[in-house]
């Protein structure tokens, strides 16, 4: 039973560029959230999806978009980098039914030049 | 405000100690507790889980406990290891699960 998925591993962008992160959620999850965790610091919340919609966000610029698809799986995008966009970026998933359960994923390292 | 606080930030331990990390919580609604294990640039991994009636939780050499009415939580680890080497992150939900409020973490480093 895979957990969660995200690809690509690590990614090296430009300053003002785009880019599309993904993942994949565990087996029987459906809702999807993605947090940006900077060096030594915190996972920070950026916005949770559930049946395709965004259900929640947390302190981001409109920037930072996202999108779930039927199948679960999401995409986070990020418009017009900056450097301070440089970090970890976490994919977590659970069932929207359970209490607890998160599963996160092993995340996308995100270099911003 | 809803914040978690972990102390220390940072600890160092020889191989074979034992450790305790403390966390505080100034979160409502409170619906549980969880310990994270994040090695560097990966994802974090679930070490234990409490949920409010719950005073202690085991996981081999993870031994967490929770005092609700504080609001304190330890993660006591026994007979260290390099492997455990990490930083550690307490993480409470709150609203029935749906959200996650996390502790800046504490960075343990084993040495032998």
């Known amino acids: 039973d895979a957990g969660v998925t995200q690809s690509p591993t690590h990614l090296i962008k430009t300053r003002g560029q785009q880019v599309t992160l993904r993942c994949s959620p565990k087996s029987g999850h459906d809702t999807v959230s993605w947090y940006q965790q900077a060096l030594g610091q915190g996972p920070q919340f950026i916005f949770q999806y559930y049946e395709e919609e965004e259900r929640q966000r947390g302190n981001f610029p409109d920037r930072f978009s996202g999108h779930q698809f039927p199948n679960y799986s999401s995409e986070l995008n990020v418009n017009a980098l900056l450097l301070g966009d440089s970090a970890l970026y976490l994919c977590?998933?659970?069932?929207?039914?359970?209490?607890?359960?998160?599963?996160f994923g092993s995340g996308t390292r995100l270099t911003v030049v | 405000k809803n914040q978690v606080e972990q102390s220390p930030q940072s600890l160092i331990i020889l191989e074979g100690k034992n450790c305790t990390l403390q966390?505080?919580?100034?979160?409502?609604?409170?619906?549980?507790l969880r310990w994270y294990k994040q090695d560097t640039g990966r994802g974090p991994v679930s070490l234990t889980i409490?949920?409010?009636?719950?005073n202690t939780k085991s996981n081999g050499r993870y031994t967490a406990t929770l005092d609700a009415d504080t609001k304190q939580s330890s993660l006591h680890i026994t007979a260290s290891q390099l492997s455990d080497s990490a930083s550690y992150i307490c993480?409470?939900?709150?609203?029935?699960?749906?959200?996650?409020?996390f502790g800046a973490g504490t960075i343990l480093r084993v040495k032998s």
């Open positions: 966390c505080n919580y100034t979160v409502s609604p409170f619906s549980n």
């Open positions: 977590a998933s659970r069932s929207g039914t359970a209490m607890y359960g998160y599963t």
């Open positions: 993480v409470v939900s709150m609203e029935y699960g749906n959200k996650l409020v």
């Open positions: 409490m949920t409010f009636s719950e």
